[in-house]
């Protein structure tokens, strides 16, 4: 099924990849067809920190989450850059009948974007012409527009769905797998808030960077990628 931008069995194209190695679309993972069979496929959606925008193959939280029961799971980073809520919902529903998703990973970027389906589609921020008129309400109520197609996505295609975050973290309803303790941003430098003996109480001040200088750098990624396996590997199998 085809109808306007959005298809069933139609991934759509990430033009945002320049510079990078991808996929024909411009995903950082491999080629979409043939699809390998014998494995469960995992498809993790998001923005820029997801993509891996300054880091190398080996060091952005996808690869690091992909070491994880690499026998019975396949995953499929489908994160674009400068990507919106709206545009992840998008891919997703690309992706039924080509990836059959078995498992779905939302890292999500900030509420304020939106995705402008015009004569070609375009993700805009919160400081866009176009966006002057929403509010944090609507921002919110957007996300959890998003947040209900990825759940009826996943409950429509006998899937499992799991939810963290880039940056902030949006009030949430509380049946629906969600890491909530911790963003991409936040996770490091660790910290614990807990007296006990084995709290983590290091103070660091050296910002950790990719190698672009702009999004989070690799102690960022390894611990974002930890935390979010803490959370979730029980599941993912």
Known sequence: MDIGYFSDKGIP????AEGMKVNSLG??????????????????????????????????????????????????NLAVPGCSGDRMVR??????????????ICCWPSVSRRE???????????????????????????FLRNLFFIESFASHTHANAFHCFAEEMPNLPVNINVMEYATLKSCWPPWDEHLGKEARRERITDPNYALDGIHYGKKHHLAFAELVLNKFSSKLK
């Open 13 to 16: 194209l990430n033009n945002n």
């Open 27 to 76: 995903y950082r993972c491999p080629e979409f067809t043939p699809l390998p069979a014998g494995k469960k496929n995992v498809v993790v959606l998001g923005c820029s920190h997801t993509f891996g925008v300054g880091h190398a193959e080996s060091t952005h939280w996808i690869s690091h989450l992909a070491k994880h029961n690499p026998k019975l799971l396949r995953y499929w």
């Open 91 to 104: 891919i997703l529903y690309g992706t039924e009948k080509i990836l059959f998703p078995k498992f779905i």
């Open 116 to 142: 402008r389906l015009d004569k070609i589609p375009i993700d805009v921020f919160g400081r866009d012409k176009y966006l002057k008129f929403e509010t944090d309400s609507s921002d919110q109520q957007n």
